[in-house]
Antibody, heavy 127, light 112 residues
Framework: QVQLVQSGPEVKQPGASVKVSCKAS????????ISWVRQAPGQGLEWMGY????????KYEQKFRDRVTMTTDTSTRTAHMELRSLRSDDTAVYYC????????????????????WGQGTLVTVSS | QSVLTQPPSVSGVPGQRVTFSCTGS?????????VHWYQQLPGTAPRLLIY???NRPSGVPDRFSGSTSGTSASLAITGLQSEDEADYYC????????????FGGGTKLTVL
């Protein structure tokens, strides 16, 4: 079945970097992209950015643009999200989700959902 | 402040019908972009519940349904069950400057 399995929890100090991985199985990896979404404790979902597994093109939410790098490794069918200069308010569960980024030429935007999601990776930033 | 607005909480008793609202604007739902809904059970990852406004993935009971009207979308659950207690999020695309994928703030469903 289609599945995304993420790396384990991380504890980092403020100012450090974290790299979360997301391994895909059960589908043709390069036919889709991966979006990254985070959820702070007790809060809602926040989209961070997208990467195409086909050509590596990225689209980052402006808020994270200076601190995030998303990559893929097609040989291992794995997506990675690195967040730098960590702060305490980066403490959150980070999710990857399969995103086909389906373009609608009439609406001039994207229309697809995210399915499935990884199980989440808790990143704790604390001194 | 989320681009899509959802009430923080909804409650109901078993067997009841409950609805969740998701209010957007002319740059997202009102522009015709599809709305998707996710269910997040306590301590788990979100799972796709409704896609493309009113379509259910395989395995999702027909007690769940979605609709849109103007700049808003709704999720309905009929025959409420205790295992439906979860957080529910709406999701769409926003074409305004700087916009892209956007989520609602989520609604917590309590089954009394």
């Amino acid at each position: 079945q289609v599945q995304l399995v993420q790396s384990g929890p991380e504890v980092k100090q403020p100012g450090a970097s974290v790299k979360v991985s997301c391994k895909a199985s059960g589908y043709t990896f390069t036919n889709y992209g991966i979006s990254w979404v985070r959820q702070a404790p007790g809060q809602g979902l926040e989209w961070m950015g997208y990467i195409s597994a086909y050509n590596g093109k990225t689209k980052y939410e402006q808020k994270f643009r200076d601190r995030v790098t998303m990559t893929t490794d097609t040989s291992t069918r794995t997506a990675h999200m690195e967040l730098r200069s960590l702060r305490s308010d980066d403490t959150a569960v980070y999710y990857c989700a399969r995103d086909m980024l389906q373009w609608d030429p009439v609406l001039e935007g994207y229309t697809n959902s995210f399915d499935p999601w990884g199980q989440g990776t808790l990143v704790t930033v604390s001194s | 402040q989320s681009v899509l607005t959802q009430p923080p909480s909804v409650s109901g008793v078993p067997g009841q019908r409950v609805t969740f609202s998701c209010t957007g604007s002319s740059s997202n739902i009102g522009a015709g972009f599809d709305v998707h809904w996710y269910q997040q059970l306590p301590g788990t990852a979100p799972r796709l519940l409704i896609y493309g406004n009113n379509n259910r993935p395989s395995g999702v009971p027909d007690r769940f349904s979605g609709s849109t009207s103007g700049t808003s979308a709704s999720l309905a659950i009929t025959g409420l069950q205790s295992e439906d207690e979860a957080d529910y999020y709406c999701h769409s695309y926003d074409k305004s400057l700087g916009g892209f994928w956007v989520f609602g703030g989520g609604t917590k469903l309590t089954v009394l």
